[in-house]
């Protein structure tokens, strides 16, 4: 067979695959079976070309050649099989490549030659296995064939064959291989016959194609157990079973089992191998990169490779897809070669090669970019050189931005020269070009606009050429009309849809700086567009990619026609708009409104670009008339979505009307565009599309003839201008009726449509717009041109909003106020249409919260109207607009407006009571009574006012729902929505909380949904405002809890709780508790101090409902509330508890378990266990107060547990350990045992085992110390409880304790039970736990203490109940104290002897027997101490106290007595002992025992009560000290030695020791008789006259004043003579100040006493008037304190003596005494103003009776005392000064003075008493007001004080106290007098600019006051004047302050240009008064973002 198929081959065809099948696995059989063929030798050697590409051949061929057999080895077909082995040498296949170089070697020796070295080599590197182990081997043996090329006895076949071996080397996967082999060729290549080599191998790589490679299939992978690559991606997967899964599916289901078939194999065996690959053309280009010198020189090669792909030509660039595709990679190396090129200008086609490389440089890919611009450097440009740098900057993307600003500047240093710019620009044009449409989308657009931003700052030929780059394919194929669209002919789709790309990139960047080339884009934009329209048109067979490019032309073909005329309005594209309407839009006029209904196609915005140019617009009416009819249709299209309407209307319709020169070309298409427009008006628009339909209407009504149509126009804008304001809008509205303007003209009066007036009527009271509303009044008038009445109204409305002349804007206030006026004067014969308008105009007034005077008038107009209409009962115009404006009014913000809304409905109310709407607000009225009114008290400028008014809200029985829902709820949201800051803003918030509740139950079940609902619905809309919605709702829910509480009670079904629930009950489950449930239970510790107060209401709302229902909703409402005490933040952990404790108190103790368990399940480890225990606490001391005994009997266990947790469990071990640190104060300290003090006093009696029973069981077992003393506390805190227990005070509690003492002793007196034996079986699970050896203070039982507390717990209950202290109950007790005395153990004893000290009085006969024995006792315990300061002593003590006390006829030893006293004397000192010692000491006194050592203890008691630091042993050593003076016995020495000891203490060093022998000599002068007392007075006097001037404590001399009045009372008539001499001496001129100073003041007391005689009293006066002449120096203290002294002493004589005192010879001393309010001093300034003041009303009382009154003049004191006009101006005069001066000076001072300055003004209004000294006036601000009052007529002494206020209220600079002060003053004057006030316009002008909301007022809360005060001054006014006078006088107030601001502002602008240095300060210093501003809140804000 073998030999038959080699024969068939040498017959065939070589190249047939027979010949390859022969050649290759023929042959190869051959040769293994052993078939002779050396006979084919010839054939073989002939066939070599084609055999080498086979691995079968040539592995034969060398084994053939290495046999023995004899082959011709001579002749041409040897050389042909030599050739061809050298071509394999080039081939990718290693073992060719091997078998070729053995059959070489053979070659060699079968000739007789020797094997050259380089072809051993050659083979030795071939059969090196790659490896990084032998790469360093294979490096050297290649660059050793390059040494052993240059062997000079080598052939040309190995010349040739060493170079195609390096480049088969290329092949090598080893990148090393790689550099050696080039480094070798390019040794190679520097001879002749290499080079040559080199060179058309290189030629070949390039030339060939890769693709025509077969690829090799890829054989199947055989699976075994081995195998990997089966991982698995989840938990569920096996990857062993997917193994056996993948092998059982190949062995069984796929053919051959996965291994290749025979037709598979065969076909491996014929394919062949070639020496390319797709690498082969990279490999070739690293060659000539290596040898750029030969690649320089055989260019010819070269240069036609790179055109090849290089060039831009379309066809060209098709051929290169569809032919010979170079990868990216192979472009940069070939320009990488020509890069390297030395002299590039000799090369072949050089120019050629330069556009080429030019034209690269344009390229996308900024590699290929780089690339190119290197090649072009090497031609050596100057230009280029010299800014390749820039260039190359351009090219990297991190320095693109930056280059781009500075390099593209244009003269710059670092820009581009003048000079340059023709050279540099070709290459960075297409440089900037090729940036430009390389890069992702969104980096390409920002990158774009920069470009062309860049280039735009050059000339226009600049952007023309780069245009020109950007429509190069596109411009060529522009004049071939006949090109296909598709690109076939011209440019390819794709170039135009990005031509057309970079063209609307750059119009909408560039905009109009693009006009120079506009008609260059336009034409080229057409060349797209027009061909691609007709394409889409006409044939439908694109395929979709083609069909999508087409789409994407026109598309953005007509996007970048929009931007044309749309930018360049006046640019001659009249041909080119031609070509569009008639290529483009009429072909698809059919389909305009389908593309234009949904959205705005470019269509209707080239349209809307037309319509914007005076040029283009004919476009639209001359080309084809039906453009604008298909607009008009597609605006009334049903299908048209509103965007595309509203374009239609303000972009083209409105556009148009505006434009002159169109108006004849538009009018026909008017008819149709109304009609239109009427559709969508008729449809009633909201939003835009009605504003824009408006404005459109507006100019067409212009043009509107047709009378039917302006009716049909003036309807639809009637019936929107009825529509409310939040569905059309205010200024929509005078757009509608400016449109209705021109058409009133057309209509007659009959074809006016009805309903217009009414709504041109409401407009005046919603739109503010001046403008607006002065067109309303114009059409008003022309509207009722036809009706007087009506036309005299609207005459009206047009001067009401008349605007002034010559001022923009400004209203005209004087014929406001005229307009006004008549309004007034005419009210009452106006009719309820002639109402109408004047009312809404009102409404607008009355919302004017800056200017008050337009507000004042508006109101009384209304008032006006509310009063005709209560005469004629007509309520139609009220009932419909006024009232429910009112409503309205209550939500406005300001609260200004409110008052006069609130205002108006009190009118409303008083005027119309029975009306049924406002029936139900008459008791709010109170008979119109002012000062109770609701309605003008709620927001009264006094906080007390509006607090009166909210209780009388609250306590109005009888309000309609209605009106609470839309009056009073959103009146009192205000008070909580907008809180004022401070505590007054706090407490009316609370009280507005506190008004709602009962508002709440007036509410009908509707009307509350609504509120609820509505204040649910905010908590998401508004979370800013969630606390204080939450109040509002709270509120509610208290009002629905106690309405519901009203309510009779429905019984519930148990079997069916949902039937038989009330609709309130499910509303309540299913809208009010979801939302309050969900926010309670999002979890958010922001909000964690709001979320938790929604629990209370969520329990009040569960506790409406059925009891099953109330359980299912509390359970997760405590668990949520439960867990929030999880939170670390303090604040939410006791804002939770709060609510723990307000959830018990509404639920009851019952469900305290229920809560405990609640907070048990949450709360179970660490910080947690704390915080439970600290809630119980916190739960039960708030509720402590409505706890009752029983309570808590149910709870007593889970109680119980959790306190002994807390104390002995862990908790209380981390709270002992002194390592645990934590800053939380739940863990800090143990709030168990206040717990537990608790619980016992809520406990029952049977119950109270409970609570012992735990203590009880951990007594008996072995504790510490520490733990003793837990007990101990716990116990102490249990008797304490039980003692403030209710239930205490029965016989039960004495039964209890005797029942605990009788237990504790059977149980001591009861032996140890032995523990039983375990069984083995029991003590084999048992594990012994290790003995504690030597635990510290550890003992066995500790029982005792139930017995001492038990005893203590008696003597705590029967000392608080004494009733129980009866012999039957005590009898029980007396034999345990007994035992207890002598037997036990000493905390028991000290407790019996405590209780027998309670006892001791109870008579009882066996207390009696026993008390000696109980003394002795004591005693002996007394003595048995080794302190007296020990708790047996002191309980000892007690007890002898006791009975010395209560048992007298027990006798005492007298030799006890003295062992106690020298025992306690020494701790008289000891404060802890001070108290017992005391009583003691008084029982010892009381049974009058007198011994030595008493005097000697009494002794030192006396000096304690002066030295002592503590006032209560002060107190009680006085009270020993006093008791032991009084009833011991004295002596005269001894007493005599006492009096001394005190009045030597009267000088004692301390306050408190003076304190102390004050009130014992005042117990002395008390308590002892006289005739022991008058020997001392004397005595007594002289040391206290000192203390009384001298001494420093206020006090002291205050209790020396009453112990000298006590002197004075107790004093017979001799020591009264006595005293007043020597008082008379020391009052005298030549006496000490000090001295004359104390006897000033002992004249006033014994004034004050009324014991001074009328001569005294008289002498006195002359000493005062002494005082009061001498010239008291500022800075003498003791001047000063002397004439304080003085004036003290008149003002009691005047108390005392009013008749001589105020004598008339006394003038001159009350004259001196006036001038004193000149002294700088403010004490002495305050009592001469307050003896003025009682000089004022003495005389005002006694000139009161007579028969002129007050009008007298002079007026007369009692005493005869006379005050002229000169004197009452004059104490005027200096009053004014204490007010001027007031901001030094006191608030009392300041009172006073306002008070005397009152008291002037009404003396002065009651006589008329002219003023006339002007020389009092001191101030420049009072004499102009001066002149001011007399302009106005008024001299009078009141008009000048009322000037005088004015100018201090208005004095800026002075300080707001001052001002205060004056207000006050001139309010104080004003409410006392009557009008009419001749200056009045003085007296509102401050007060106008100080409540003028325009004028900006200083921060501060004085000032706020300040203003507040004013604004109270002006609504008394208001009351006193009357409305129409205090408008007039406010409006008056207006325009004089308008007048002063123009005038201000008038010298301000002249100052300003004839002073410009001093406006330039003026600014500057605002402009830095704005940054330190700008500074202090950006400092503030800071503070805030770093928590300060």
């Known amino acids: 067979l073998v030999e038959r198929a080699l024969k068939a081959q040498t017959a065939e065809n070589s190249g047939r695959s027979l010949a390859r099948f022969?050649?290759?696995?023929?042959?190869?059989?051959?040769?293994?079976?052993?078939?002779?063929?050396?006979?084919?030798?010839?054939?073989?050697?002939?066939?070599?070309?084609?055999?080498?590409?086979?691995?079968?051949?040539?592995?034969?061929?060398?084994?053939?050649?290495?046999?023995?057999?004899?082959?011709?080895?001579?002749?041409?077909?040897?050389?042909?099989?030599?050739?061809?082995?050298?071509?394999?040498?080039?081939?990718?296949?290693?073992?060719?490549?091997?078998?070729?170089?053995?059959?070489?070697?053979?070659?060699?020796?079968?000739?007789?030659?020797?094997?050259?070295?380089?072809?051993?080599?050659?083979?030795?590197?071939?059969s090196t296995p790659l490896s990084m182990e032998t790469s360093r081997g294979l490096s050297m043996n290649i660059r050793r064939l390059a040494t052993a090329y240059q062997d000079s006895d080598m052939d040309d076949l190995m010349r040739t064959a060493i170079p195609t071996y390096c480049f088969g080397l290329l092949h090598l996967k080893l990148s090393q291989?790689?550099?050696?082999?080039?480094?070798?060729?390019?040794?190679?290549?520097?001879?002749?016959?290499?080079?040559?080599?080199?060179?058309?191998?290189?030629?070949?790589?390039?030339?060939?194609?890769?693709?025509?490679?077969?690829?090799?299939?890829?054989?199947?992978?055989?699976?075994?157990?081995?195998?990997?690559?089966?991982?698995?991606?989840?938990?569920?997967?096996?990857?062993n079973l997917s193994k056996i899964t993948a092998i059982a599916h190949q062995v069984f289901e796929e053919p051959h089992h996965g291994y290749p078939s025979p037709e598979q194999s065969l076909e491996a065996d014929l394919r062949t191998v070639t020496s390319i690959t797709p690498a082969s053309r990279g490999q070739a280009l690293r060659v000539l990169d290596k040898i750029p010198q030969i690649a320089e020189k055989r260019s010819r090669l070269l240069v036609p490779v790179l055109l090849r792909w290089a060039s831009r030509s379309r066809d060209e660039e098709m051929q290169a897809v569809t032919t010979d595709r170079w990868s990216r990679k192979d472009q940069k190396a070939m320009l990488g070669v020509f890069a390297k090129f030395h002299n590039p200008s000799v090369l072949f086609r050089s120019s050629e090669v330069y556009d080429a490389l030019l034209n690269l440089c344009a390229n996308g890919d900024v590699e290929i970019q780089k690339s190119a611009l290197q090649a072009l450097l090497t031609w050596k440009n100057a230009t280029l050189s010299k800014y390749a740098e820039h260039l190359h900057n351009l090219l990297d993307d991190a320095r693109f931005r930056d280059e781009i600003s500075v390099f593209l500047q244009g003269g710059d240093e670092d820009g581009i020269h003048a000079d340059d710019i023709d050279n540099i620009m070709p290459v960075l044009l297409r440089l900037l070009y090729g940036r430009a449409v390389g890069g992702s989308k969104d980096v390409q657009q920002a990158r774009r606009k920069a470009i062309f931003v860049a280039l735009a700052r050059f000339d226009d030929s600049v952007l023309a050429a780069f245009i020109g780059i950007a429509l190069s394919g596109v411009s060529e194929s522009a004049g071939d009309n006949d090109s296909d669209a598709r690109g076939t002919a011209g440019a390819s789709m794709r170039q135009q849809v990005g031509a057309l790309n970079m063209m609307n990139d750059m119009l909408e960047t560039l905009g109009g700086g693009m006009r120079p080339s506009a008609v260059q884009i336009a034409d080229a934009t057409l060349a797209c567009a027009v061909p691609a329209s007709k394409a889409l048109q006409h044939d439908t067979g694109h395929a979709a990619q083609d069909s999508s490019l087409l789409k994407s032309v026109r598309q953005v073909g007509m996007q970048c026609l929009v931007k044309l005329f749309a930018d360049m309005h006046d640019l001659p594209l009249a041909e080119q708009g031609r070509i569009v309407v008639s290529e483009l839009i009429a072909p698809r006029l059919d389909h305009f409104a389908a593309e234009n209904t949904q959205s705005i196609a470019a269509t209707l915005r080239l349209f809307a670009a037309w319509a914007g140019s005076a040029i283009h617009a004919g476009h639209l009416c001359e080309h084809n008339p039906e453009l604008l009819t298909r607009v008009s249709d597609l605006l009334a299209h049903g299908s048209a979505q509103t965007e595309v309407k509203v374009f239609i209307l303000r972009e083209i319709l409105d556009k148009l009307l505006s434009m002159p020169h169109c108006q004849q070309a538009l009018q026909p298409y008017v008819t149709g565009f109304v009609t239109s427009v009427s559709t969508i008006l008729s449809q009633q628009p909201a939003g835009d599309l009605l504003a824009a339909c408006v404005n459109s209407t507006v100019q067409l009504a212009e043009r509107i003839t047709d009378p039917a149509q302006a009716g049909q126009i003036i309807e639809l804008c009637a019936h929107l201008l009825r529509q409310p304001g939040h569905f059309v809008h205010p200024k929509v509205k005078a757009g509608l009726v400016k449109t209705m303007m021109p058409l009133l003209d057309i209509l007659d009066e009959a074809a006016v449509p009805t309903g217009v007036y009414e709504a041109i009527c409401g407009l005046f009271s919603r739109l503010r717009d001046i403008e607006s509303r002065t067109m309303f009044a114009d059409v008003l008038v022309k509207l009722c041109r036809h009706d007087a009445a009506l036309l005299e109204t609207a005459e009206l409305c047009r001067e009401i909003n008349a605007l002034e002349s010559g001022r923009l804007g400004q209203p005209d206030h004087a014929r406001k106020?005229?307009?006004?006026?008549?309004?007034?004067?005419?009210?009452?014969?106006?009719?309820?249409?002639?109402?109408?308008?004047l009312m809404h105009n009102c409404l607008l007034f009355l919302r004017d919260e800056d200017d008050t005077v337009n507000r004042s008038s508006a109101a009384r107009a209304l008032e006006l109207f509310i009063i005709v209409c209560a005469r004629s009962g007509q309520m139609k115009l009220v009932q419909s607009d006024l009232f429910p404006a009112i409503q309205r009014g209550m939500k406005e913000p300001s609260e200004l407006v409110r008052a006069e809304y609130l205002r108006l409905l009190g009118v409303l109310v008083q005027h119309n009571p029975e009306w049924s709407e406002v029936d139900d607000m008459t008791g709010l009225n109170v008979d119109g009574d002012e000062e109770a009114s609701f309605f003008t008290n709620v927001l009264h400028i006094q906080q007390h006012r509006r607090l009166r008014a909210l209780r009388r809200l609250a306590e109005e029985p009888k309000l309609r729902s209605q009106n609470v829902n839309r009056i009073f709820l959103p009146l009192l949201e205000q008070f909580i929505f907008d809180q004022a800051e401070g505590d007054a803003g706090r407490t009316l918030s609370d009280q507005t909380v506190a008004t709602i509740r009962p508002l709440a139950k007036s509410l009908k079940w509707s009307d509350y949904r609504s509120v609820m609902k509505r204040y649910l619905g905010q908590l998401k809309k508004n979370p800013e405002q969630e606390k204080v919605v939450l109040r509002l709702i709270g509120a509610l829910v208290d009002g629905l809890v106690s309405r519901m509480e009203d309510l009779p009670i429905v019984p519930v079904n148990p079997d069916e709780p949902e039937a038989s629930r009330t609709g309130r009950q499910k509303a309540i489950l299913a809208e009010f508790l979801p939302p309050l449930s969900a926010y309670l239970h999002h979890k958010d510790e922001s909000t964690v101090d709001r979320r938790v107060g929604v629990a209370v209401s969520i329990v009040k709302l569960l506790r409406l409902l059925p009891e099953a229902d109330f359980v299912a909703g509390l359970a997760p409402t405590l668990t949520d509330i439960s867990h929030i005490l999880k939170s670390k933040d303090l604040e939410a952990r006791d804002q939770t508890r709060r609510t723990f404790s307000t959830i018990l108190s509404l639920v009851?103790?019952?469900?305290?378990?229920?809560?405990?368990?609640?907070?048990?399940?949450?709360?179970?480890?660490?910080?947690?266990?704390?915080?439970?225990?600290?809630?119980?606490?916190?739960?039960?001391?708030?509720?402590?107060?409505?706890?009752?005994p029983g309570d808590l009997d149910t709870t007593l266990t889970e109680l119980m547990s959790v306190v002994m947790d807390d104390i002995f469990g862990v908790t209380g071990q981390e709270k002992d350990a002194e390592e645990y640190k934590s800053g939380m104060k739940e863990i800090k300290s143990s709030k168990s045992y206040d717990t537990l003090e608790i619980v016992?006093?809520?406990?029952?009696?049977?119950?109270?085992?409970?609570?012992?029973?735990?203590?009880?069981?951990?007594?008996?077992?072995?504790?510490?110390?520490?733990?003793?003393?837990?007990?101990?506390?716990?116990?102490?805190?249990?008797?304490?409880?039980?003692?403030?227990?209710?239930?205490?005070?029965?016989?039960?509690?004495?039964?209890?304790?005797?029942e605990v003492v009788r237990q504790v002793q059977a149980q001591e007196a009861a032996p140890h039970a032995r523990m039983a034996e375990q069984s083995y079986n029991v003590r084999q699970y048992l594990v012994a736990s290790e003995k504690k050896a030597n635990r510290k203070g550890a003992t066995t039982s500790y029982l005792f203490k139930l017995s001492s507390f038990a005893l203590n717990l008696v003597r705590k209950v029967v000392r608080r109940h004494e009733d129980l202290q009866t012999p039957a109950n005590m009898a029980g007790y007396l034999p345990i104290c007994g035992d207890a005395l002598i037997e036990g153990q000493e905390e028991v004893q000290i407790a019996a002897v405590k209780l027998l000290t309670t006892i001791i009085r109870v008579p009882l006969k066996d207390i009696e027997d026993n008390s000696a024995v109980y003394l002795k006792q004591a005693v002996v315990i007394m003595k048995?101490?080794?302190?007296?300061?020990?708790?047996?002593?002191?309980?000892?003590?007690?007890?002898?106290?006791?009975?010395?006390?209560?048992?007298?006829?027990?006798?005492?030893?007298?030799?006890?007595?003295?062992?106690?006293?020298?025992?306690?004397?020494?701790?008289?000192?000891?404060?802890?002992?001070?108290?017992?010692?005391?009583?003691?000491?008084?029982?010892?006194?009381?049974?009058?025992?007198?011994?030595?050592?008493?005097?000697?203890?009494?002794?030192?008691?006396?000096?304690?009560?002066?030295?002592?630091?503590?006032?209560?042993?002060?107190?009680?050593?006085?009270?020993?000290?006093?008791q032991f003076v009084l009833d011991y016995p004295q002596g005269k020495d001894r007493w005599t030695k006492q009096t001394g000891f005190l009045v030597k203490n009267l000088d004692y060093q301390h306050v408190a020791g003076r304190r102390s022998v004050m009130e014992v000599l005042h117990g002395l002068l008390a308590k002892l008789g006289d005739e022991a007392l008058q020997p001392l007075l004397v005595t007594l006097f002289v040391g206290l006259v000192t203390r009384v001037s001298g001494d420093v404590d206020a006090a002291c001399r205050d209790m020396a004043g009453a112990l000298i009045g006590k002197i004075f009372a107790k004093a017979d008539e001799e020591k009264m003579e006595v005293l007043a001499g020597m008082l008379r001496k020391w009052t005298a001129v030549d006496r000490k100040l000090s001295l004359r100073r104390a006897a000033i003041l002992c004249w006033t007391i014994l004034a004050k006493s009324g014991k001074a005689t009328a001569k005294q009293a008289d002498s006195l006066l002359d000493t005062v008037g002494i005082i009061a002449t001498d010239v008291v120096e500022p800075d003498s203290i003791a001047e000063v304190q002397l004439l304080l002294a003085g004036l003290q002493l008149l003002?009691?004589?005047?108390?005392?003596?009013?008749?001589?005192?105020?004598?008339?010879?006394?003038?001159?001393?009350?004259?001196?005494?006036?001038?004193?309010?000149?002294?700088?001093?403010v004490d002495v300034q305050l009592l001469v103003a307050q003896l003025q003041s009682t000089v004022f009303n003495d005389a005002a009382s006694t000139t009161s009776k007579t028969a002129g009154g007050l009008s007298t003049m002079p007026i007369r004191a009692s005493g005869g005392y006379e005050l002229g006009q000169e004197e009452l101006r004059t104490a005027c005069a200096l009053n004014f000064r204490i007010l001027r001066d007031s901001a030094v000076g006191s608030t009392e001072l300041i009172a006073q003075a306002v008070r005397n300055v009152a008291f002037l003004g009404r003396l002065f209004a009651a006589n008329n008493m002219p003023w006339k000294d002007q020389s009092l006036d001191d101030d420049d601000?009072?004499?102009?007001?001066?002149?001011?009052?007399?302009?106005?007529?008024?001299?009078?002494?009141?008009?000048?004080?009322?000037?005088?206020?004015?100018?201090?209220?208005?004095?800026?600079?002075?300080?707001?106290?001052?001002?205060?002060?004056?207000?006050?003053?001139?309010?104080?004057?004003?409410?006392?007098?009557?009008?009419?006030?001749?200056?009045?316009?003085?007296?509102?002008?401050?007060?106008y600019n100080l409540t003028d909301a325009s004028i900006r007022q200083p921060p501060g809360e004085a000032h706020a006051a300040f203003i507040t005060q004013a604004r109270e001054t002006l609504d008394m006014l208001q009351k006193k004047l009357g409305s129409e006078v205090y408008v007039k006088e406010m409006a008056k107030a207006r325009k004089f302050a308008n007048e002063r601001r123009d005038e201000r502002r008038r010298k301000r602008r002249i100052e300003a240009v004839s002073e410009p240095e001093k406006a330039a300060r003026e600014r500057r210093r605002k402009s830095e008064g704005k940054k330190a501003k700008i500074r202090e809140k950006g400092a503030e804000a800071r503070g805030k973002r770093r928590g300060w």
């Not at 809630?1175 to 001391?1181: A, E, F, G, M, S």
């Not at 003295?1458 to 009381?1486: M, N, S």
């Open 22 to 126: 022969a050649l290759g696995p023929v042959l190869q059989s051959a040769t293994v079976i052993g078939v002779e063929i050396s006979e084919f030798w010839l054939e073989l050697c002939q066939a070599s070309g084609e055999g080498v590409a086979s691995g079968a051949y040539l592995t034969s061929l060398a084994d053939l050649l290495k046999s023995s057999v004899e082959l011709n080895m001579t002749g041409d077909h040897i050389d042909s099989l030599c050739a061809s082995l050298v071509t394999a040498l080039a081939l990718p296949s290693s073992r060719l490549r091997s078998a070729a170089l053995d059959a070489l070697e053979s070659v060699f020796r079968r000739k007789g030659k020797p094997v050259p070295e380089a072809l051993s080599i050659a083979t030795l590197i071939e």
């Open 177 to 239: 291989a790689w550099s050696d082999a080039l480094e070798a060729l390019s040794n190679i290549s520097k001879t002749p016959i290499g080079e040559e080599a080199i060179v058309s191998l290189a030629q070949n790589w390039l030339d060939s194609d890769a693709s025509e490679t077969s690829a090799s299939t890829p054989a199947t992978q055989i699976l075994n157990v081995d195998s990997e690559g089966f991982n698995v991606v989840s938990d569920f997967e096996c990857s």
């Open 817 to 837: 106020e005229r307009a006004f006026d008549k309004i007034y004067e005419s009210s009452e014969r106006y009719s309820l249409d002639q109402w109408l308008p």
């Open 1148 to 1188: 009851g103790p019952t469900y305290l378990r229920f809560m405990i368990n609640e907070m048990r399940s949450a709360l179970q480890r660490g910080y947690q266990l704390h915080v439970l225990s600290y809630t119980v606490h916190h739960i039960l001391v708030t509720n402590a107060e409505i706890l009752k």
């Open 1240 to 1298: 016992a006093r809520s406990t029952s009696i049977s119950k109270m085992g409970q609570l012992i029973l735990p203590i009880r069981a951990m007594l008996q077992e072995r504790l510490d110390m520490k733990s003793v003393k837990k007990i101990d506390d716990l116990l102490i805190r249990i008797r304490k409880g039980i003692d403030q227990n209710p239930a205490a005070d029965s016989r039960d509690m004495l039964a209890f304790c005797h």
């Open 1424 to 1522: 048995s101490q080794t302190s007296s300061t020990t708790d047996a002593a002191k309980a000892a003590l007690d007890l002898i106290t006791a009975i010395l006390r209560e048992r007298h006829s027990v006798q005492v030893k007298e030799k006890d007595i003295a062992y106690l006293l020298q025992t306690l004397k020494q701790d008289l000192d000891e404060p802890d002992r001070q108290g017992i010692l005391f009583r003691f000491l008084r029982a010892v006194l009381g049974r009058q025992i007198v011994i030595t050592e008493v005097y000697e203890v009494m002794d030192e008691v006396a000096k304690m009560m002066i030295t002592n630091p503590d006032e209560s042993v002060r107190q009680s050593a006085r009270s020993a000290y006093l």
């Open 1691 to 1721: 003002s009691n004589l005047c108390e005392q003596s009013p008749a001589t005192a105020l004598a008339s010879k006394r003038a001159d001393l009350w004259a001196r005494v006036q001038q004193h309010l000149n002294t700088k001093n």
């Open 1821 to 1887: 601000a009072g004499q102009d007001d001066a002149d001011e009052a007399r302009t106005e007529k008024d001299n009078t002494a009141i008009g000048y004080l009322l000037s005088r206020l004015s100018s201090i209220i208005r004095r800026e600079n002075a300080p707001v106290v001052t001002r205060m002060a004056a207000l006050q003053c001139q309010n104080t004057l004003l409410s006392t007098l009557t009008p009419p006030f001749l200056n009045i316009g003085t007296i509102i002008r401050p007060l």
